[in-house]
Every structure is written in structure tokens, then in C-alpha cells.
Nanobody, 127 residues
Framework: QVELVESGGGLVQAGGSLRLSCAAS????????MGWFRQAPGKEREFVAA????????YYADSVKGRFTISKDNAKNTLYLQMNSLKPEDTAVYYC????????????????????WGQGTQVTVSS
């Protein structure tokens, strides 16, 4: 069982930056592949970024590529999402997710592939 707790959300002006964190419980954090998803009001939850358990492989949605960076510190049991050049359309509740990885270099883009979810953190970008 893994518990995930996100933090770092807030209100920021367009063009600004935020760094989200996702602290995980458990002793096998380095065996989990992880991802970030977001859900805006009235919209379905969408994929943002994913990282392999080894942290060696990352993948991004086209909408955030070049602006967001996902990283994973296995020593601190923490997942991060550095968000730069934020746009109003990035406004959403951001969720981190985790699942045991079959292989250290595999990433997962579909939300149904994840077993554990955090409670979410609100990111609001003003124009």
C-alpha cells in the first residue's frame, strides 16, 4: 500500500513557475512508476507526465512538453513536477499517481494503469 500526498499548488500569474511535490509512504518507492495527471473544471482528467521507476525514462503530454519537467528522488520518496512558463489553460487540480513497475524503464500514460492516487493540489494560473 502506498499513500501519496501532493503539495506545492497555488495561484501564479501567467509566465510564472511552480513546483509540485508528491510525498510517498512505503519502503519500495524505487520500484514504482509514477505520473502526474490534471483535471480542469468540467473536463476529464488528462495525462501530464510520467516517469519510470528508475527515473531514467520520462514522457510528456504535447501540451506541456518543453515547459514541465517530471523527476523522482528515490532517496526521498518524492515525485516532483517543475512547471515553467505557466499558462491559464494549465489551471487544474493536479494529481500524482503510482503503480508497481514491471520493468525499471517502463512508463504508463493511462490513468487506469495506476493503482494509487493522491488527493490533488490546485494550480491556478491567472492571465
Amino acid at each position: 500500500q502506498v499513500e501519496l500526498v501532493e503539495s506545492g499548488g497555488g495561484l501564479v500569474q501567467a509566465g510564472g513557475s511552480l513546483r509540485l511535490s508528491c510525498a510517498a509512504s512505503g519502503r519500495t518507492f524505487d520500484s514504482y512508476a509514477m505520473g502526474w495527471f490534471r483535471q480542469a473544471p468540467g473536463k476529464e482528467r488528462e495525462f501530464v507526465a510520467a516517469i519510470s521507476s528508475s527515473a531514467g525514462v520520462t514522457y510528456y503530454a504535447d501540451s506541456v512538453k518543453g515547459r514541465f519537467t517530471i523527476s523522482k528522488d528515490n532517496a526521498k520518496n518524492t515525485l516532483y513536477l517543475q512547471m515553467n512558463s505557466l499558462k491559464p489553460e494549465d489551471t487544474a487540480v493536479y494529481y500524482c499517481a503510482a503503480r508497481p513497475a514491471g520493468y525499471p524503464s517502463v512508463i504508463y500514460k493511462l490513468d487506469r494503469m495506476y493503482d494509487y492516487w493522491g488527493q490533488g493540489t490546485q494550480v491556478t494560473v491567472s492571465s
